[in-house]
């Protein structure tokens, strides 16, 4: 175990200083705090503290560029001097004495932003010999309080909370993590705009737009409530570390605040490439003004998807330059959410911090999450009534399903696929009811003619399936770019360590198969679903014969080897094939999965462009894709949550994202 | 043994080298002590550079298999080998550097491990090429440089994919519209027009470049696009070594109208 701990508690005006493998009776010492560290190499020696030396925490824009002039330039004393941390101190020296630090500091000055010094002699540094460098904070514009003019009391103390929480992080992100800022004015806008919802008399308002009020506080709520948490996170580890603490004992001392940037540099990678590509400004304002399509791929009884490619409206085919700013989540670290999502925070395991090289952590499952919030926004515009159309939207969108038809644009082609969708769903649903002896009476299959009572309960009770599909065929596709291997394993191994996916086993097995059913060949239903079982049952089985096999990896095979479970599962997929091409062919964007992916530093090898660099390595460009980088990293992973190489993995690959 | 010359003016392949330590031909004929002869400076170079050609013995092993035959097993190191060693000082982020050539590849690399392991801190880095930069550079250049080849990476495909386009400017082609927003670039062909003769040079972005060598003179041809590519912003200095890997994936080809 080549881990270390650093650890800092006061003795009079003197801070002691310890680093060893484990720490934690330091945290029960006056103002005692501890972080990890490890060794920049994975191998080889490693500086230890001396009697006496000098220990220097840096902070640095770019981290892996900083690491590769300490650990390929500066020698091997140097090299080996140097550690890896969580924090915004994400690099670490311990080092002989002051005179190292002074020497080495002229070739690496272009790379540090701040640091602080702290001389040892005898396990002791006095507080007055620290010296701390503060970085200088980047000039960011003003963006001002927002106002708690005529906002009731409770609303108005939210309001001045969220200045105060945004006027922190504001201050943390000029220093130390500037490439953030975008998301701090992005929530000004956003919770400004509430303020203004919330300027009103509720005394005056109807019911409905009582409940509209009560919906804006409750976000303005949870939107300061993530906002703190954040300015706990990200505020964490800044300098002067000797002065500071993070609540949470095992990063207690220089904190999470360099994993912070990490997760954000993946969630803008994606949130920028897809708001580049903006699908649903597309729609609304592409779709209304195309022709209609056929929204069943030809008859109900015999689908044929190949119309749908034939008409070209697919979204990589239409060009619109999108004119709106994309908005943001906040992205940070929870060991309550784990991967979750929602209006305005999108959460990664706490497990990350030290397992993001396994497969179980692994940091693509946030990938799922984030492709929930641009389904739905994709779905919401196509349910929404095109501009000037009056009328009963329901009632029309109703009608012109009973009739077969695809109206007069492609937007009310659309809703009625997405009706047709919901049916199927729902057909999907009673099926499997009904081969497993569980339907009843009120399940029957819902007819071909609806009412508008009908289609809203499909809205309400099938939304979610239509979403799970559609996410799972563009993870499949964008994210883990139409690798088997690389998806099943990570979504599996993620299912692992979740007790429902054991209850609901076949409904996993059937959501995989059609995420794989959109790279298979055949045309039929049954040839489709055979290949797409096989593909994946080769993978469970090479999966399941490793000795580190979760027992989910079983189950889902012995599904899978199910003749009776197959007959369910197949009917079920001649259903929700239709959501696999309607995603496939109308949502699926080449050019977005083309920029995505991008990366100059990508090289061929067997047949795949891949980084070919090995944790420890330290080549100082910045990675062009994060999405990719991990999705190459990720067949090294190890799994059952890792090793104490996953650790170091970890921090290596999160650094080097920033 | 005397270098066969018809057998030395043949396709090229060069990198360049960034490194405190090497700046000079003298830099690599120090470390490389099975020298024939002295090295000769070839006139005239392209302004701001200084090109040297020297010649090696070593064993015929560095030969391509096509070339050596049975003689590639043979362990004596009897056989003259010629490399080009070109030198500038770009200044700026990129600083001085020091280019190699040679007609075989695996020698190329041998030369390289050699200087890699004599350098002294710092690592010795790479020259790259920021070939979007590239792309749109000589897209505008005028008669004296032509694109004749483009190689793109296609993206969205789980295994590796280039494509490549030929013909009369591949830039502005048809066929290149419609792959733009589906691949990227990787490689460029160029014709470079240099005091009356011409040279057909291939780069790649990792920075591994290779020309057809019919005449001494057209070493000076690449070092020409290489200003030009500075000039744009196209060149960087990179850790990743250039002959890591050669691309094998499917290459479809294309000729352009």
Request: aromatic fraction near 8%; include cysteine; charge should be negative.
């Amino acid at each position: 175990m080549r881990k270390r701990y650093v650890g800092i508690w006061s003795d009079g005006d003197d801070l002691m200083v310890d680093i060893a493998p484990t720490l934690n009776g330091i945290l029960l010492k006056p103002n005692g705090r501890i972080s990890g560290l490890v060794p920049a190499k994975p191998s080889g020696p490693a500086a230890e503290l001396r009697d006496s030396c000098a220990i220097v925490f840096v902070v640095s824009g770019h981290p892996s560029e900083l690491i590769a002039v300490l650990t390929e330039d500066l020698g091997d004393e140097v090299g080996h001097s140097t550690y890896l941390s969580h924090g915004h101190a994400s690099v670490v020296l311990i080092l002989r004495d002051e005179a190292k630090w002074s020497e080495i500091l002229p070739s690496i000055t272009e790379f540090v932003w701040g640091y602080e010094m702290w001389p040892v002699t005898g396990g002791r540094t006095a507080a007055a010999a620290v010296s701390v460098v503060e970085p200088q904070p980047t000039r960011m514009a003003g963006l001002g309080d927002i106002s708690c003019d005529r906002v009731g009391f409770e609303s108005a103390a939210q309001i001045r909370q969220f200045n105060a929480n945004l006027a922190l992080l504001a201050r943390v992100v000029s220093g130390y993590a500037p490439e953030i800022w975008p998301l701090v004015s992005s929530l000004h806008a956003q919770v400004s705009q509430i303020a203004e919802r919330l300027r009103v008399d509720e005394r005056t308002l109807s019911q409905k737009l009582r409940t509209g009020l009560m919906s804006s506080q409750t976000i303005l709520i949870e939107t300061n409530a993530i906002v703190t948490l954040y300015c706990s996170q990200l505020g964490s580890g800044t300098l002067p570390l000797h002065r500071a603490a993070f609540p949470v004992g095992e990063y207690s001392l220089l904190g999470i605040g360099g994993m912070c940037r990490s997760a954000w540099r993946l969630y803008e990678h994606l949130n920028r490439t897809f708001a580049q590509h903006d699908h649903p400004t597309k729609i609304r304002t592409l779709y209304p003004s195309l022709g209609p399509f056929d929204p069943f791929g030809g008859s109900a009884e015999r689908r044929d998807f190949s119309t749908w490619r034939q008409a070209n409206y697919a979204l990589d085919h239409l060009h619109e330059t999108p004119d709106n700013e994309p908005r943001f989540h906040v992205p940070y670290f929870s060991s309550r959410w784990g991967f979750h999502e929602s209006l305005h925070s999108i959460s990664l395991s706490w497990q990350c911090l030290y397992a993001s090289a396994t497969k179980e952590w692994n940091l693509l499952t946030v990938t799922h999450e984030f492709l929930h919030a641009q389904v739905r926004a994709i779905f919401a515009e196509i349910m929404k009534p095109a501009d000037g159309t009056t009328g009963d939207h329901a009632e029309q969108i109703t009608m012109r399903y009973n009739e077969r038809s695809g109206g007069t644009s492609a937007l009310q082609s659309m809703q009625v696929a997405y009706v047709e969708a919901l049916v199927v769903c729902r057909a999907a649903n009673y099926l499997a009811r009904h081969l497993t002896g569980e339907a009843t009476e009120v399940d029957h299959p819902v007819d071909r003619h609806i009412t508008t009572t009908q289609l809203r309960d499909l809205v309400r009770n099938h939304t979610g399936v239509i979403h799970e599909i559609a996410v799972h065929v563009l993870d499949y596709r964008y994210v883990y770019n139409g690798r088997d291997e690389e998806y099943v394993t990570s979504i599996w191994s993620s299912w692992a360590l979740v007790p429902s996916v054991a209850d609901q086993i076949e409904h996993y097995v059937l959501r995989t198969v059609c995420a794989l059913a959109a790279r298979t060949e055949g045309t039929t239903n049954k040839a489709r679903f055979a290949d797409a079982r096989l593909r994946f049952r080769g993978i469970l089985v090479r999966l399941n014969d490793k000795d580190t096999a979760r027992p989910v990896f079983s189950d889902a095979l012995a599904v899978l080897d199910d003749k009776a479970a197959c007959g369910r599962l197949s009917v079920q997929f001649s259903n929700l094939r239709y959501v696999v091409e309607l995603t496939q062919t109308f949502f699926f964007d080449e050019r977005l999965n083309t920029e995505l992916m991008d990366d100059a530093q990508t090289e061929e090898v067997d047949g795949r462009f891949v980084y070919d660099i090995e944790p420890g390595d330290y080549r100082g460009g910045k990675i062009g894709s994060p999405v990719g980088f991990l999705l190459d990293r990720f067949p090294t992973y190890s799994d059952r949550a890792g090793t104490d190489e996953a650790e170091f993995e970890s921090i290596w690959q999160m650094l080097q994202l920033i | 043994m005397a270098p066969s010359t018809e057998r030395e003016f043949r396709r090229f392949t060069a990198i360049a080298l960034v490194h405190p330590e090497l700046s000079s031909p003298a830099d690599v004929s120090k470390r490389l002590v099975t020298r024939l002869g002295a090295p000769k400076r070839i006139t005239p170079g392209p302004s701001g550079w200084s090109v040297t050609r020297m010649e090696y013995t070593a064993a015929r092993k560095y030969y391509p298999e096509h070339v050596g035959g049975d003689d590639r097993n043979r362990g004596e190191a009897g056989y003259a080998h010629d490399i080009y060693v070109a030198t500038r000082d770009f200044g700026g982020r990129v600083g001085p550097v020091l280019l190699i050539a040679s007609p075989y590849i695996h020698f190329l690399e041998a030369i390289h491990k050699l200087l890699d392991g004599a350098a002294t801190r710092p690592a010795i880095q790479y020259l790259g090429i920021d070939m979007p930069s590239v792309y749109r550079s000589l897209d505008a250049s005028g008669e004296e440089a032509t694109v004749n080849r483009v190689t793109m990476q296609v993206m969205g495909e789980p295994n590796a994919d280039l494509v490549s386009l030929s013909g009369k400017k591949p830039l502005h082609s048809s066929i290149h519209e419609k792959l733009l927003g589906i691949t990227k670039p990787y490689g460029i062909g160029v014709n470079v027009d240099y005091e009356g003769t011409d040279c057909r040079i291939s780069l790649t972005r990792h920075g591994r470049i290779n020309w057809f060598q019919t005449a001494e003179d057209r070493v000076a041809h690449p070092l020409v696009l290489l200003d030009r590519i500075h000039r744009d912003g196209g060149l960087k200095k990179v850790r990743r070594y250039p002959l890591k890997r050669e691309p094998l994936g499917s290459t479809v080809t294309e000729e352009t109208e």
